[in-house]
């Protein structure tokens, strides 16, 4: 009967300790697209951590949500085959006495060990909101506000001010941009010309990660968003184009990555015809007077080496300080035919 009282008490503790070290699993990660929720899975395991994934529903939306419990795989099923062996007194003179002494130490540190691992404190977020009010009173929220703080920010312990941090900064789950490409597709950021904030992961740099007063969760409107980089002076001239003193810039241009160099939407005129469908049907260059025009096709550029002869041989994309965005001095179109063919 001791021994069978003895046995059960042992599985009765390692049951609590079990369950406490479930109970306090710590959320590392949470995905939209479930391919990425396993391959973190599996490189956690791969590890040697105790990884699992969990599937929740937030306000009608599935997310993959991925959990690794404090300490190792392994003691947990090493514990078991330790308590059997003290139960037989008669061996204690030879090979019984060794074996019950790693047993009380194994009991004595079950329960420390959730300590050493202290997660990250979950509070609700509406505590949050208590101190981070303003980031969430923007015209536009990020829709990762709906999941809660804790989709992003795993490594926050709350419990204490300042909070104390865990993993990438600001208790992220990763740093950007694999943390975005959780829930946004990566293949969209993929091209042959990646804009440079992508390519270094300064998603941040673009967009705000809370809310914003501004479309997209910009930082601030166009151009003058894109002037944080590019500089300015190049587009302030006399004349200015329309989609650039309009700050619609992401009319020609893709913000994130395409196949097309300059990130262009479209290659070469194809582009200008969007806007400028009528060019061929009127008096210009590319048509002539008289039928015959320059051919935007299959033509060198003269005075640009290297470069086919296009709407850009003769006109400038953003601003210009001649007529009709000229790329060079010129006060009529005739002016500017001299400087290819002589007179």
Not at 46 to 68: H, N, P, S, T, W
Not at 155 to 181: I, R, W
Not at 299 to 306: I, M, Q, S, W, Y
Not at 319 to 334: G, H, I, M, T, V
Request: aromatic fraction near 4%; glycine fraction near 6%.
């Amino acid at each position: 009967m001791k021994r069978l009282a003895w046995l059960v008490a042992t599985a009765m503790l390692l049951l609590l300790v079990a369950l406490s070290a479930a109970q306090e699993a710590k959320q590392v990660g949470s995905f939209s697209v479930k391919a990425n929720a396993e391959a973190l899975v599996r490189k956690l395991q791969a590890e040697g951590k105790d990884a699992f994934l969990k599937q929740v529903v937030v306000k009608g939306k599935v997310f993959y949500r991925v959990y690794v419990r404090p300490g190792p795989k392994e003691p947990p099923v090493a514990k078991p085959e330790a308590p059997p062996e003290p139960a037989p007194p008669p061996q204690e003179v030879k090979e019984a006495e060794p074996e019950p002494a790693p047993a009380p130490p194994a009991a004595k540190e079950a329960p420390p060990a959730p300590k050493e691992a202290a997660p990250a404190v979950a509070i609700p977020d509406s505590e949050c909101t208590m101190c981070h009010q303003p980031l969430t009173q923007g015209k536009v929220v990020h829709t990762a506000l709906q999941m809660g703080c804790q989709a992003c920010h795993t490594g926050v312990d709350a419990s204490q001010l300042p909070h104390k941090f865990s993993g990438a900064s600001k208790g992220l789950s990763a740093e950007p941009p694999q943390l975005c490409f959780g829930c946004h597709q990566q293949k969209d950021f993929s091209a042959s010309t990646v804009h440079a904030p992508v390519n270094l992961g300064m998603c941040t740099s673009c967009h705000n990660p809370h809310s914003s007063a501004e479309a997209k969760l910009l930082v601030s409107a166009m151009p003058e968003l894109c002037y944080q980089c590019h500089d300015q002076g190049g587009f302030q001239k006399k004349v200015v184009h329309a989609p650039v003193a309009t700050g619609a810039c992401t009319d020609c241009h893709a913000p994130h990555a395409r196949n097309n160099p300059k990130l262009l939407l479209r290659r070469g005129p194809l582009l200008c015809r969007k806007c400028h469908p009528r060019v061929e049907k009127r008096p210009h260059a590319v048509v002539g007077f008289r039928g015959r025009g320059h051919p935007l096709r299959g033509k060198k550029d003269p005075l640009r080496e290297g470069k086919p002869f296009e709407c850009l041989s003769c006109h400038l994309p953003h601003a210009s300080d001649w007529a009709r965005l000229f790329r060079y001095k010129a006060e009529s179109s005739f002016d500017l035919c001299l400087h290819c063919h002589q007179m």
